[in-house]
């Protein structure tokens, strides 16, 4: 039976040379069985001060800790390193990355939730985890679901944001099944992680909120300037290939 490993990380910053300095996962073997891993780690690595400023972790709260690949989530997710399991992240691009850097090869089919809820909710301006958690109503039952799990709520901490990652899930599951009735709902969020995205609004920039088909025909050269002279994310530049031609 396909084991569900949601994780989150905090890092001492988004630079390559930066590290994990904090892991949470949930491992779902079934609605009533559900492992809970929260550790903190060391590393050589200095944590910025942007960072620090995100979550909260400073070098003396880490400084006697063990390293990443010491603690026991890294076993775990280790151990469930196989096709038939599914590994679980919001922006998984960057939490996979950051355990490629510890030397972690993937072998799951994963499930990125920010790209799922893009295709799934593509009339919600934005789809960061924590504007989610409010739209969604997604704290309406947090609490419950903490208790339950044994979880401590905090904000920009690894495993609050896996709680809420859980709850947006469930709600996921539903739209997927809602939307394309008849077929494994995990599997297809695999096939829409791995499916761009054709974005609607600009979320930065001087056309902010504008409508980006209605842009292109005004102004196609802010467009080829996006594309060569900003770091874009796959939807976006997926976007912007499509109307560029």
Known sequence: MAKYVLFDTETTGNQEADRIIQIGAMIVHSKEEVEVYDELCSTSVPI????????????????????????????????????????????????????????????????????????LLPNSPYHRLQYLRYSLGLYKTEEAEAKKLGITIKAHDAIGDVLVMKLLLSKLVALTQEHFPGVNPMQKMAELTQTPVMMKTFKFGKYKDRDIEEVASEDMGYLKWMRNNLDLDEDMQFTLDHYLG
């Open 48 to 119: 910025s001060i942007e960072a620090m400023e995100v979550h909260n972790i400073t070098p003396d709260i880490i400084e006697n800790c063990e390293p990443f690949e010491k603690t026991n989530a890294w076993k775990v997710i280790s151990e469930l390193n196989e096709k038939e399991n599914y590994l679980i992240a919001h922006n998984i691009s960057f939490d996979l990355g950051m355990l490629e850097k510890e030397g972690f090869t993937n072998h799951y089919t994963l499930i990125d939730t920010v790209r799922c809820a893009k295709h």
